[in-house]
């Protein structure tokens, strides 16, 4: 096992870092029950692509990257057996070669399925729940060290309490998920007038297997995005996956933000040149995998909140209204996405349909503000935020929000009685 003193952890974004004693890499899971019952105090890092203070600890911290195995393939039964380091990038690439694919993904690949889950980590569908959703069952080495195994059906409470679990009640060692024939995506992709979408946007949800958009600040223009699940032959260009995917998407992208820091206020017209002059139509199709993640993002905080599907037009629009009447100059995307209602207590999609509104900036300057002012609407609108981005809401607010709160929090203490798997971010929900 792996072990280093004094580890420096930091997040992907940066804007978190912090000092662990003990750093530990385990092979096993014999290593990590040992680990997890010699700890006092510990946390778990997957990628670290998280943007709150989730992972900080100055104690133990434990990461499961040499744990990271496909264990079991069962082609049959459209299921897969892995150690809970692995990343879903790899999952990806090993599931294609296999003819099998996950039902669904977020924008990147880069966190591990473990790290994906217990933040509630989500795509854009409709008809599709948050990636937990695919978990058939999971390992978990609870603080004492010892091992228990938890069915989506078998134990139906336990995994809906637990599934979404910030790290807070062990360490997750295997999960079995549940996964799909590969299939590809008709991506169909094109900028619209903001408010005719906004107009049209229950039948755009309803009648596209994943829609989303992205809307940049100051423009009327909004970017639409409509997958369709399709059999077909893949047709999208290696060219134009490297002329768009990459060099335009990636490095011009990166330019347009250097110019645009050197006077904020340029911002406006960039990314109206962005959006009406650089973005094209697109009418490929594409492994599910590639469409599904996009291009390399530039580092950026983000927060992102899941409302009530039922007012996702008033608060697009006040939103929308908000930011262009405001001084934020903002020179990122915002995003909009969708998800199924779920039974997974802390899941930010309990209970009901879901649109996602995602405030996103690649500037520190004024983001304290700008996250201030999102909260004030997304409050206003019973708005709970992703676990994994950044969030300051009071947390008595978030305890309101789910419904089912008190019950994770009594799991947790008697999983966890002795607070070993708490940090700040654990304390300030559960402990206080
Ligand atoms: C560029 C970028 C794009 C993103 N896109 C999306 C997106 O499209 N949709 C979305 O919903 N989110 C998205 N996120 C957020 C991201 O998916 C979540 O923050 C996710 O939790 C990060 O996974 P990770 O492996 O890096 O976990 P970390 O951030 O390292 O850890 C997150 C949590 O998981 C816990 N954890 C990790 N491993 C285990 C384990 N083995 N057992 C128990 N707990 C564990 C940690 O303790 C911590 O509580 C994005 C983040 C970035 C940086």
Redesign the pocket.
Known sequence: MQHRSNFLFK???GNFTSVAANYFQPETETEIAEVVRSSNKI?????????SD??LSNHTLLN?DRYNKVLYCDKANLQVTVQ??IKLWQLNEYLDKQGLALKNL???A???V???I??????SGINYQILASQIEQFALIKPDGNRVTIHHKNDKNFFDTSVV???AL????ELTLNVAPSFRLHDQTYVADFDKVIDCLDELVNTTDHFKLWWFPHVEKVVVYRYTRTQETPNDSRLRQWLMDEFLSVNVYRLFLKIGNINRNWRRNINRALVTKFVQPLNRIEKSYRVFNVPK?PVHR?T?YAFDLNVAKELLREYKRMINTSEHRINFLQEIRFTKADDYTLSPCYGRNTMWLGAYNADNYGWDKLLADFEQLAMQYNGRP?W??EFNVPPQYIKQQYPLFAEFEKLRSEIDPEDKFVNDYINRFFCS
Request: hydrophobic residues 30%; negative net charge; contains cysteine.
């Open positions: 997040n992907w974004a946390r778990l890092t997957g990628t670290g692509h998280s943007w989730i992972c499961l809970a380091g977020g924008s990147i880069e966190q591990s473990a790290g994906a217990s933040t509630g980590t989500h795509g679990n910030l790290g062990g360490v997750i060692s993002p983000e992102e992703h994994g981005k």
